[in-house]
């Protein structure tokens, strides 16, 4: 059973930065696509970044490029999201999430199949 357990999320100002980690426990994740989305309040949950477990290829969302990294450690099995330059409207409850035998091209919710509880990011103007 895949478990995914997110970390890092807090109150920043804007122009600040934050690291989430998401520990990944049950598998041997070499076969997966490790995932991070964001849902706003009143909002659908929406990409962000992803990385293949094996071999490290990265793919982000647009409003990511250019400000977050996303990057993977194979000997603790966690996968980390760095955000730098925050702004309040990256401000949403950020979830881990994974897919085996899945593609960097996922971006809809719907194509992972394991989901942590996700962790606040609050960024204050």
């Known amino acids: 059973q895949v478990q995914l357990g997110e970390s890092g999320g807090g109150l920043v100002q804007a122009g600040g930065s934050l690291r989430l980690s998401c520990a990944a426990s049950?598998?041997?994740?070499?076969?997966?696509?490790m995932g991070w989305f964001r849902q706003a309040p009143g909002k659908e949950r929406e990409f962000v970044a992803a990385i293949m477990w094996s071999g490290g290829s990265t793919h982000y969302a647009d409003s990511a490029k250019g400000r977050f990294t996303i990057s993977r450690d194979n000997a603790k099995n966690t996968v980390s999201l760095q955000m730098n330059s925050l702004k309040p409207e990256d401000t949403a409850v950020y979830y881990c999430?994974?897919?085996?035998?899945?593609?960097?091209?996922?971006?809809?919710?719907?194509?992972?199949?394991?989901w942590g509880q996700g962790t606040q990011v609050t960024v204050s103007s």
């Open positions: 049950g598998r041997t994740f070499s076969s997966y696509i």
């Open positions: 999430a994974a897919v085996r035998y899945g593609s960097l091209w996922y971006t809809t919710p719907g194509e992972y199949d394991y």
